[in-house]
């Protein structure tokens, strides 16, 4: 739960535009993927929890609001093969 707070912290502190407003029920289910997430896949370090934390609002804000919807939208998420940032031509591509 620690960890959990301090990547919201975190996100915070960077001044992320998030404009909504949640429920702590919502904030409940939130933290509840996050764990479950971050468990099964190894992610402890603060950095990596923060990366699922913005997939997760991103997915929560686009209507993803349960906790398995929300793990298989962030396990879809992981399938994706990122374009290499050495790439010269990966801005042109997306």
Known sequence: MKDTICAFAQLRE???????????????????ALDQHCQAHGV???HGRASVVLRLMDLFNNGVTTVEALRAGLDAGRSRAPVPDTDKNHYERR
Do not use: K, M
């Open 44 to 46: 402890i370090d603060l």
């Open 14 to 32: 960077e001044a992320l535009p998030f404009t909504n407003i949640y429920q702590p029920s919502q904030v409940t289910i939130l933290r509840i």
